[in-house]
């Protein structure tokens, strides 16, 4: 399956966003408190790799897909 970046997801609590950009590659937005911050994260060693790989494939359901709007209405909170 060829996988069309960037997909979207977030922990059921909604504390953090992803926007995975690739199979190596995410960021990430997590909430604090009232705080939130942005993190990039590039997978160099292969737990990494399959850590994006189960959010990819929405394993375990530990991650929920959403559209590119939720996240980008997370990341305005950020500004």
């Known amino acids: 399956m060829i996988e069309q970046f960037p997909l979207y997801r977030k922990y059921p609590n ?3 966003y992803f926007k995975l950009l690739s199979l190596t ?4 937005i997590q909430f604090i408190g009232n705080k939130g911050f942005i993190y990039r994260f590039e997978a160099k060693i292969l737990p990494d790799r399959y ?3 189960d ?10 897909e959403i559209k590119s709007e939720e ?3 997370q990341l305005q909170k950020l500004e």
Do not use: A, G, P, Q
């Open 71 to 73: 996240y980008e209405t």
């Open 25 to 28: 590659e995410f960021e990430e």
């Open 14 to 16: 909604n504390k953090s």
């Open 55 to 64: 959010m990819v494939d929405l394993k375990d359901n530990r991650w929920v």
């Open 51 to 53: 850590f994006i790989r």
